[in-house]
T-cell receptor, first 115, second 113 residues
Framework: GAVVSQHPSRVICKSGTSVKIECRSLDFQATTMFWYRQFPKQSLMLMATSNEGSKATYEQGVEKDKFLINHASLTLSTLTVTSAHPEDSSFYIC???????????FGPGTRLLVL | QQQVKQSPQSLIVQKGGIPIINCAYENTAFDYFPWYQQFPGKGPALLIAIRPDVSEKKEGRFTISFNKSAKQFSLHIMDSQPGDSATYFCAARGWSSGSRLTFGEGTQLTVNP
C-alpha cells in the first residue's frame, strides 16, 4: 500500500522555539494533505487541509500563524509549530490523499514535547 | 450533522472471540466509510472501507456491515488474536464535508490470550 513518512518521529524542544515536521508521500502524488493532532486516549482532531501550491485551510480554533503549513510539492508538506509552548505538546499526524481522492493514508506520527 | 458516534469506548474479548464495534452517523451525504487501526505511538492504518451501495464487505478476518436506512455501520473481527489489540476508529466522508474524514471517538480493543 501507499506509504506516508514523517520526520522527526519525536522531538523535544524548549518553550519559545519553533519546530518543523515534514510529511512525505513516498510512492504516490498527494494532491491533498491533512494535519491532525491527537491527545492521549482521544480521537484525531483535524487541524488543517492543504492542497499543493495553495494556502492551507485551517479548522476553526486552529491558529494559522502558530501552525504554519506549507505544501510546496506533490510529495511534501511541512508543519511548523512556531513559538511552541508546553500546551502544544501532542502527537501530530499527517495524512495524504492521492490524486484519485479515494484513499487517505496516514503517517506514523510525530511526538512533540515542549519543555 | 457532521458527527460520527462510536461505541463501545473499550472492549475486552478472549482470543478467538468476535469483537463488534458500532458507529452511527447523521449526515446522509456521507458516502465513504473507512475503519482505521491504531497501535500506541503509531499513526492510524486503513483496515477496510465500504461505500453505501453495499451492505457488507469482508477482507480477511475483518468485516464491515452497513445499514443505510439506520445510518449505522459496524466492524466485526473474526477469530480475534492478541495482536489485534489496538484502538479502532471508524470514519465517514462526503463531498458536503469538504472531503474531510470525520472520525468516531475510538474503541480500545483488548484481546486476551
Amino acid at each position: 500500500g501507499a506509504v506516508v513518512s514523517q520526520h522527526p518521529s519525536r522531538v523535544i524542544c524548549k518553550s519559545g522555539t519553533s519546530v518543523k515536521i515534514e510529511c512525505r508521500s513516498l510512492d504516490f502524488q498527494a494532491t491533498t494533505m491533512f494535519w491532525y493532532r491527537q491527545f492521549p486516549k482521544q480521537s484525531l482532531m483535524l487541524m488543517a487541509t492543504s492542497n499543493e501550491g495553495s494556502k492551507a485551510t485551517y479548522e476553526q480554533g486552529v491558529e494559522k500563524d502558530k501552525f504554519l503549513i506549507n505544501h510546496a510539492s506533490l510529495t511534501l508538506s511541512t508543519l511548523t509549530v512556531t513559538s511552541a509552548h508546553p500546551e502544544d505538546s501532542s502527537f501530530y499526524i499527517c495524512s495524504a490523499r492521492d490524486a484519485r481522492g479515494q484513499t487517505q493514508y496516514f503517517g506514523p506520527g510525530t511526538r512533540l514535547l515542549v519543555l | 450533522q457532521q458527527q460520527v458516534k462510536q461505541s463501545p469506548q473499550s472492549l475486552i474479548v478472549q482470543k478467538g472471540g468476535i469483537p463488534i464495534i458500532n458507529c452511527a452517523y447523521e449526515n446522509t451525504a456521507f458516502d465513504y466509510f473507512p475503519w482505521y487501526q491504531q497501535f500506541p505511538g503509531k499513526g492510524p492504518a486503513l483496515l477496510i472501507a465500504i461505500r453505501p451501495d453495499v451492505s457488507e464487505k469482508k477482507e480477511g478476518r475483518f468485516t464491515i456491515s452497513f445499514n443505510k436506512s439506520a445510518k449505522q455501520f459496524s466492524l466485526h473481527i473474526m477469530d480475534s488474536q492478541p495482536g489485534d489489540s489496538a484502538t479502532y476508529f471508524c470514519a465517514a466522508r462526503g463531498w458536503s464535508s469538504g472531503s474531510r474524514l470525520t472520525f468516531g471517538e475510538g474503541t480500545q480493543l483488548t484481546v486476551n490470550p
